[in-house]
Nanobody
Framework: QVQLVESGGGLAQAGGSLRLSCAAS????????MGWYRQAPGKQREYVAG???????YYANSVKGRFTISRDSAKNTVYLQMNSLKPEDTAVYYC?????????WGEGTLVTVSS
């Protein structure tokens, strides 16, 4: 059974930083593509960043240069370092893992950025 548990959300000021974590069980991040998505109030869920099993990274244009996705294979944990935060980054952030075409999601962690 795949379980993804996000943590690290909270309140930050514009220009500040937060680091999100996603701890996984039942899925090995180093063998499967994974990523981060977010959903702002009243908006659809959108892609933020992703990492292939080979370690290639991908970013939405809106976060490129500010966010960094990484993983710790020993801990089977993926991270999203968010710098230079903006109020428009306010959203619930979800961890995603893909196993043989099936998507798995965490419960999400709320990030609020004040101006």
């Amino acid at each position: 059974q795949v379980q993804l548990v996000e943590s690290g959300g909270g309140l930050a000021q514009a220009g500040g930083s937060l680091r999100l974590s996603c701890a996984a069980s039942g899925i090995i991040f180093s063998r499967n593509p994974m990523g981060w998505y977010r959903q702002a109030p009243g908006k659809q869920r959108e892609y933020v960043a992703g990492m292939s099993s080979g370690g290639n990274t991908y970013y939405a244009n809106s976060v490129k240069g500010r966010f960094t996705i990484s993983r710790d294979s020993a801990k089977n944990t993926v991270y999203l370092q968010m710098n230079s935060l903006k109020p428009e980054d306010t959203a619930v952030y979800y961890c995603n893992g893909n196993v043989n075409g099936m998507n798995y999601w965490g419960e999400g962690t709320l990030v609020t950025v004040s101006s």
